[in-house]
């Protein structure tokens, strides 16, 4: 596993595991994975639809209700395992230390509660000595940060009188508003348009580092991680494939999943008429591929990928792929 500098670790996750009990069987929708996060950093968590990103989160939360099963040896925040805490623990630190970003800003808002209502909700919550005039003070400060004009009108206003951008704006600062130490974004800007989309991505990069908090991206965009994040893991069908610095995964991908992922976005090249793609579909959850759950779809598929899923590889200096034969990797197991 990647080096951790452990005077500074915020999250260390061992081992978590999400599986969900159908009548069709069983779906590890979480496989055994490991990660790490600390203080001031971003971490970004890419796959394609159905790779486990955001049931990841929904389990760090303690958000994952039955037919699933959470399981972990440690989900180790800021001190607290929270793999051992009760519902009514949970539900102190969800929303006071831990606060989350969703995709759609419209289902994420009460279109029947002004904005101000909603924003004070965290503040009652969390901030209970708080009086009524610095919970409004606040509110006003918390839309200032984030771009909104006129907040003290704008507290009075319903969710559908915002454009999607400024709802999501909201919504980063309901998230800030208790000065959390961590911020999940789950797809934050799926939801919005593209030139909407960099503006959002930059203003929560800025506010984290302002705030001196953590944030975990979950995003299918290779090129929003390249722009926003300091560490990347890329998981596919519930695994970790690749993890390691942005600079090292996006420069010397070492998993020909990562790779492919990245010679799918668009490039303004003119050598180049057809966009590369991902050959075949993710597999159908209950019915994985034996060995390598990638090898199915991968061109220096070989023999050996079909004996077990490949352990954790070091390819470089705190930079890890699950492949038999990583890109730009010697025999020796270093990076060329």
Do not use: W
Request: hydrophobic share 40%.
């Amino acid at each position: 596993m990647p080096n951790e500098r452990k005077d500074q670790l915020l999250l260390d996750v061992r081992h978590l595991g999400t599986k969900f009990h159908m009548f069709k069987g069983v779906v590890n929708a979480v496989d055994d994975i490991s990660f790490s996060l600390n203080q001031g950093e971003i971490l970004g968590i890419v796959g394609e639809s159905g790779s486990g990103k955001s049931v990841t989160s929904f389990s760090l939360l303690g958000l994952i209700d039955e037919p699933g099963k959470v399981t972990a040896e440690k989900i180790l925040f800021d001190g607290k395992d929270l793999s051992k805490l009760s519902e009514h623990e949970m539900t102190k630190i969800r929303g006071k230390d831990i606060s989350m970003v969703f995709q759609d800003p419209m289902t994420s808002l009460n279109p029947l509660y002004t904005i101000g209502k909603q924003m004070e909700e965290v503040l009652v919550l969390h901030q209970p000595n708080m009086t009524a005039q610095q919970r409004h003070n606040r509110c006003v400060e918390l839309l200032k940060m984030v771009g909104v004009s006129n907040p003290d009108e704008r507290l009075k206003a319903y969710p559908h009188q915002f454009s999607g951008g400024m709802r999501q704006r909201v919504i980063i600062a309901i998230a800030l508003a208790a000065n959390p130490k961590l911020i999940i974004a789950d797809e934050p800007t799926t939801a919005l348009d593209v030139t909407i989309q960099a503006q959002i991505l930059r203003l929560m990069k800025k506010l984290v580092r302002e705030e001196g908090a953590s944030m975990i991206l979950i995003t299918h965009d290779l090129a929003v991680v390249s722009e926003t994040v300091d560490q990347v893991v890329v998981m596919y069908c519930g695994k970790i494939v690749e993890q390691g610095s942005v600079e090292d995964v996006i420069t010397h991908p070492a998993h020909p999943y990562t790779k492919g992922l990245q010679d799918s976005i668009p490039r303004l090249r003119t050598d180049r008429k057809r966009l590369d793609y991902i050959p075949g579909m993710v597999p159908n959850m209950f019915d994985l591929p034996k060995g390598c759950l990638f090898g199915p779809r991968c061109k220096y598929h070989t023999p050996a990928c079909d004996a077990a899923f490949p352990p954790m590889r070091k390819v470089g200096e705190g930079h890890y792929a699950a492949c038999y034969t990583p890109l730009g990797v010697t025999e020796g197991g270093s990076a060329e």
